[in-house]
């Protein structure tokens, strides 16, 4: 169905059993003869004698972590999502297991290097989950390849979509080709020959080489046997064969089948025997210390480094013959279980998706703004009468964005402050903070240079400001600035009044437009205030201010959730209905698993709702058997924080930036905020929770021996993506 507003009208109860029924077979098929979980009845004793939680009371976070991996994968496979989206899922499950290794199997070998004990919540030594995420990657790499050539590639064809093999195309084809070649690709490669005067190049981290076995001499009559040819990343790794070779249609052929079509131009007066694509992945985690005297010069410093990191992943195809893979794991220093050989392109991540095929995407949608903001009046007058709220990606970004334009050209605002965490150059939001400071606004950046992988983009982001005239400072040493604030002060008859905007997800157009999360608008005055003590906090010194409503890692936040617990705990002892709900991407943290236990010990009804990462072993009788854990993996990714306690009728609600792990809570600036508006409340414990915990199409259960199962349908389809979009964009054309 290539609809992606699907209603329950339009979704039989056949569709959801027969999507579920392909999506349990394609975790299944992953996991195949991988050893299962720990089994429940090997948890055995969960107390022990200084009367802590035992390590078997908790998932193994890098194996969760993976699971999840999976979880993505078998989106691929569902039969519900059109044929382009079930192909992106292919390449986002190649991106996520990228940066799984580059760095949560890189900081496990480097553990192991350090010394192989045990530090991780379920007791396992480094060496032993390397054995079983090596298991585990192999089978799902093995799927995953097995979906492309089976299922993407050939109902791709069926659309005229094609990825040509050599040995399929046309002798008009092959001479275009091979043009294509001399013009394009041969005058940027770079052939290294392995001999005592060239030794083994440095490789970049995930680029693409190829290894080419040789025979002859060459022009200085030296025997060479080996070559290495990186691909420049220059060089587009999907090329589009013109219209007058295919009949308009959209026939492509890879830059691996140039480059091995055509290797032997770069060895004339030789005789090529093999020639062999292969990607080498390296630690990716950038190594900041603490006492550094200036943040920006030393990550860019560091950043180089990254693309030469130790070595922990190879790539090869299946035909690269024992000899050469033997030969490179011997060069990069790996083992056998490091390396991975796969039938098709060694990087899915760079295949392409975004034909002109709109009917085989998602429909798009028209994304809501709310009716207050639709009118001629302005956005200050709008939440100065009451809050508003925003959710994305049903409701669009464009709010957030114009509050900023509104407030660099009103004249009675006086200052703006924001915390960046990934925008890009290009960002509206950072377009807006710079025209503000032009136009003589106070103009405070709360910039976090060490958001992975965007590190280089908030350097440019930072000197993009400052010389626009803004204030650029980087937050605290040691605590990354993952806390979504924005605050505007405004002088109004002669009084300062402030308003905010709080977000559970970045300021990113992008990211808004597939990620769900929550945003505030608020002229609340103690919220106003507990905001503008946090701006204060990350550009000055001094003790922390009492907060009088947000609660503020890493101050508040983590003892504050930890006592709303324990008041549950207390009215559950008492015979009162306690009751807990917690949405968010990952719970690692030790304290508030341990509390949670309690609470399900002591009889408090608790849902989780957790995209990814969860260590808690939910339904383990004696231990958690009032706790339940679902996943949602759907169209759009999940990315909202909130906190619900029940609190004998005086209901709690706050969302946040921060989800349940130890970083977050303890060595980050988070903040968590509450809905203080009654409507807005109910808003999202309907659509943000209730909603969700009644998913039985994208939701996937965690049972106590840490493995997921696709929730069971009974008699009525609840997409609970779908039925927002319906809810919330149906409103507003």
């Excluded at 022990?48 to 890098?62: G, L, P, W």
């Excluded at 991540?349 to 809501?368: G, Q, V, W």
């Excluded at 334009?405 to 924001?418: C, M």
């Excluded at 980050?668 to 209730?690: H, S, T």
Aim: net charge neutral; aromatic share 8%; glycine share 6%.
């Amino acid at each position: 169905m290539s609809d992606g507003r699907i209603s329950n009208s339009q979704f039989s109860q056949d569709d959801g059993k027969n999507a579920i029924s392909i999506e349990n077979q394609a975790m299944q098929s992953v996991l195949g003869q991988v050893p299962a979980p720990t089994d429940l009845h090997c948890i055995g004793q969960v107390v022990d004698e200084m009367k802590a939680f035992t390590s078997k009371c908790y998932i193994n976070r890098d194996l969760s972590t993976l699971r999840f991996q999976l979880r993505v994968l078998a989106q691929a496979t569902n039969p519900r999502y059109p044929l382009l989206e079930r192909m992106f899922f292919l390449t986002i499950f190649s991106s996520n297991m990228d940066e799984f290794f580059e760095i949560r199997v890189a900081g496990l070998i480097q553990k192991m290097k350090n010394g192989d004990v045990s530090s991780s919540l379920d007791g396992r030594k480094p060496s032993e989950l390397l054995d079983e995420i090596s298991q585990v990657a192999h089978r799902a790499v093995e799927e995953q390849y097995r979906i492309l050539n089976d299922h993407i590639l050939p109902e791709l064809a069926t659309h005229d979509i094609r990825y040509l093999k050599r040995h399929e195309l046309t002798p008009a084809q092959k001479a275009w080709m091979k043009t294509y070649f001399f013009e394009q690709v041969m005058p940027v490669l770079t052939p290294i020959s392995i001999d005592p005067a060239h030794p083994f190049p440095r490789l970049v981290n995930k680029s693409l080489n190829f290894i080419v076995s040789l025979e002859g001499k060459d022009a200085f009559g030296r025997d060479l046997s080996l070559a290495i040819v990186p691909a420049p990343r220059s060089l587009p790794r999907v090329i589009r064969l013109p219209d007058e070779l295919t009949d308009g249609k959209e026939h492509h052929i890879m830059l691996s089948a140039v480059i091995h079509e055509h290797v032997g131009e770069l060895f004339l007066g030789m005789k090529v025997k093999g020639c062999h694509q292969f990607r080498l992945t390296r630690n990716a985690d950038l190594d900041l210390s603490d006492d550094v005297d200036d943040i920006a010069k030393a990550l860019e410093g560091e950043l180089g480094n990254r693309r030469f990191g130790d070595k922990v992943r190879l790539e090869v195809t299946t035909n690269c013959p024992k000899e050469l893979y033997e030969l490179l794991l011997k060069e990069f220093g790996l083992n056998e279980s490091q390396l991975y050989r796969v039938n098709g392109p060694v990087n899915l991540t760079r295949m392409l998706t975004s034909f002109d095929k709109p009917e085989l995407k998602f429909t798009p949608f028209n994304h809501a703004t709310p009716k207050v903001f639709l009118g001629k009046e302005s956005m200050f007058d709008v939440i100065g009468r009451s809050d508003v709220l925003v959710h994305h990606p049903f409701s669009a970004f464009n709010p957030v964005v114009n509050m900023l334009w509104q407030a660099g050209t009103d004249p009675d605002v006086l200052a703006i402050k924001q915390t960046i965490y990934r925008s890009g150059v290009n960002s509206d939001i950072v377009k807006a903070l710079a025209q503000a400071a032009r136009n003589g606004k106070e103009v405070t950046a709360v910039i976090e240079l060490r958001a992975r992988f965007d590190e280089e983009s908030n350097i440019a982001v930072a000197n993009m400001l400052q010389d626009a005239g803004a204030i650029v400072v980087y937050g605290v040493v040691g605590y990354k600035t993952h806390a979504k604030l924005m605050l505007i002060v405004r002088r109004e008859n002669g009084k300062i009044r402030r308003y905010a905007h709080l977000g559970t997800g970045n300021y990113h157009a992008g990211n808004a437009k597939a990620y769900t999360d929550y945003g505030l608008f608020t002229a609340h005055e103690e919220m106003c205030a507990d905001v503008a003590g946090v701006f204060g906090q990350l550009t000055g010194m001094g003790r922390p201010l009492p907060s009088r409503q947000i609660m503020h890692a890493p101050f508040t936040l983590h003892d504050g959730l930890v006592a709303l617990i324990d008041q549950e705990i207390r009215h559950a002892q008492a015979g009162k209905k306690a009751r807990i709900i917690l949405k968010c991407n990952a719970v690692t943290e030790r304290g508030i698993i341990n509390k949670l236990y309690e609470a399900s010990q002591a009889g408090v009804e608790i849902d989780l709702i957790v995209r990814s990462i969860c260590c808690l072993r939910p339904q383990v009788k004696g231990l958690s058997e009032n706790i339940k854990v679902r996943s949602i993996v759907g169209r759009f990714l999940e990315h909202t924080r909130v906190y619900y306690f029940y609190n004998d009728g005086d209901e709690k609600l706050y969302c946040s930036s921060a989800d349940l792990m130890d970083r977050n809570l303890l060595h980050r600036v988070e903040v968590a905020y509450p809905i203080l508006d009654k409507a807005l409340f109910a808003q999202i414990y309907e659509d943000g929770l209730i909603n969700y915990l009644s998913d039985n199409v994208q939701a996937w259960e965690l049972d106590g021996r840490g493995e997921w199962h696709q929730a069971t349908q009974g008699k009525t389809i609840h997409d609970a993506q779908a039925i927002l979009l319906d809810k919330i964009c149906g409103e507003v054309r």
